[in-house]
């Protein structure tokens, strides 16, 4: 029997989806046998592009922890700005009972310098922490700063240096940047080998008519309308969404 596969135009895929979309194909021809079926050639050269859209994956996780760590480090420089901020404002605020607290955080900022934000990843750790470690085994800045209601600042400052400093040193451990690949060649490799493959269960279910191609190119087309169907939700909501709103959730996890 003659069948006909849906497609699509994979270019649509990020590159997160990309390599699931391609796993999931596969996943799928593994419960077939595709000896019989006279596609094992094709198939092979599609399964040999695995490899390489593992590197993808492996970029695209170090790109993803590369994105959270820029957003730790967006959110100390502005919770460490926040706080000196505040101390300054509360300071021209002409109420006796304020004036100790501040004096006292006014030192302690000072002491540790109002550059903290500007330096680099790692001397900005080192820094915060000094900062944090003082505030933390001493009373009265911590007294002085519940007293001017910046306890939660400082609490939120320690948990998100303390998360970037783990993320960074966990990126750096992986070297999910180290290899650069040509992540656009990759992927054209793969789509023309994903193409020969359905071109080829086309062909060989006109070719073979004593083999039943039906239930495995069933299966390939729910997936491929399932995408198809995400990507259109996807763009109408890209459409239809305000300037501001969060990112689309991805395609396909597995």
Do not use: W
Not at 129 to 139: F, G, H, I, Q, S
Not at 173 to 195: H, P, W
């Amino acid at each position: 029997m003659t069948v006909e596969l849906n497609r699509f135009t994979l270019s649509s895929l990020r590159n997160s989806e990309f390599p699931i979309f391609i796993t999931q194909i596969t996943k799928i021809v593994d419960n077939y046998q595709i000896a019989d079926l006279h596609l094992s050639k094709p198939y092979a050269n599609l399964m040999l592009t695995l490899t390489e859209l593992e590197k993808i994956k492996v970029q695209e996780s170090g790109s993803a922890l590369s994105n959270k760590i820029n957003e730790l480090d967006n959110s100390r420089d502005a919770l460490i700005n926040a706080i000196a901020a505040q101390v300054k404002n509360l300071s021209r605020v002409n109420l006796s009972v304020l004036k100790p607290p501040i004096e006292v955080l006014e030192r302690f900022l000072n002491k540790h310098g109002n550059d903290i934000a500007s330096d680099n990843y790692n001397a900005e750790t080192k820094r915060l922490d000094d900062l944090l470690a003082e505030y933390t085994n001493t009373p009265e800045i911590k007294t002085a700063a519940t007293t001017l209601n910046l306890s939660m600042l400082f609490d939120q400052l320690k948990l998100d240096n303390t998360e970037f400093a783990t993320l960074f040193m966990e990126r750096n451990q992986s070297g999910a940047e180290v290899e650069k690949i040509d992540t656009r060649s990759i992927r054209k490799t793969t789509n023309k080998e994903l193409g020969y493959f359905f071109d080829a269960i086309e062909y060989c279910s006109r070719e073979h008519s004593d083999q039943d191609y039906t239930a495995l190119v069933s299966e390939l087309n729910d997936l491929v309308s399932y995408y198809k169907t995400q990507l259109k939700a996807r763009s109408t909501r890209r459409n239809n969404s305000k300037e501001g709103e969060s990112e689309e959730p991805e395609i396909g996890i597995e």
